[in-house]
């Protein structure tokens, strides 16, 4: 069946400007995780929605990040004001569960000019 | 606070030899630890998972890692190196399992070069 997918693949944007990521699932996972891998590092993690609630938001990194997932299903990455800093890449991964195997999608590539 | 440090950055080897890349973790618990490989332009795969059944864990396309308390390492192996195993491999441990859910926590990576 069709793994996660992320939109867009890659993305290039300017320093003070807003951009959404979004992940899609593999159907029928309620949990849906966030993450970000920034150049020559792992990934390290942002958020986890179990549903459409944020169990864990301890990841993001300041109050310009902040995720959405209003029906359970697919997920938009948000960042307001974005900074050089922010350039990384974003990963989605979603389980059956939250104790499950997580299974990841390919990532979109952040760049901030 | 869980963590795992992977000893080598770089690993080298020719194919139809032995791999060996190398972690060891530090869990105030019984850890859940894993092993995810990372080619170019995909997603993170499971190789293999260990959740304190058996302490030799057999993974995909051969890979097998061994949990070794005494140690706190988790080095995974392989008999022969194809060219295909190229790529960036992590070790990540769990989090917050008590939480109900896995949050993982990544090492910086190893990456396997293979040669012909």
């Known amino acids: 069946g069709a793994g996660v997918s992320q939109t867009p693949s890659n993305k290039v944007t300017e320093k003070g400007k807003y951009v959404e990521l979004r992940c899609d699932p593999i159907s029928g996972h309620t949990a849906l995780y966030w993450y970000r891998q920034s150049l020559g590092q792992g990934p390290e993690f942002l958020i986890y929605?179990?549903?459409?609630?944020?169990?864990?938001d301890s990841g993001l990194p300041n109050d310009r990040f902040f995720a959405v997932r209003p029906e359970g299903s697919v997920s938009t990455l948000k960042i307001q004001r974005t900074e050089r800093g922010d350039s990384a890449v974003y990963l989605c991964?979603?389980?059956?569960?939250?104790?499950?195997?997580?299974?990841f999608g390919p990532g979109t590539r952040l760049l901030v000019l | 606070a869980q963590s795992v440090t992977q000893l080598d950055s770089h690993v080298s080897v020719s194919e139809g030899t032995p791999v060996l890349l190398r972690c060891n973790y530090s869990s105030s618990y019984s850890p859940s630890l894993f092993w995810y490989v990372q080619h170019p332009n995909k997603g993170l795969q499971l190789l293999l998972k260990?959740?304190?059944?058996?302490?030799l864990v057999k993974g995909i396309n051969g890979f097998e890692a061994e949990f070794k308390k005494s140690e706190t390492s988790f080095h995974l192996t392989k008999p022969s190196a194809h060219m295909s195993d190229a790529a960036e491999y992590f070790c990540v441990v769990s989090d917050t399992v008590s939480a109900g859910f896995q949050k993982l926590v990544f090492g910086t990576g190893t990456r396997l070069l293979v040669s012909p």
């Open positions: 991964a979603s389980s059956s569960g939250g104790l499950e195997t997580q299974y």
């Open positions: 929605f179990q549903g459409t609630g944020a169990a864990d």
């Open positions: 260990y959740t304190s059944a058996a302490t």
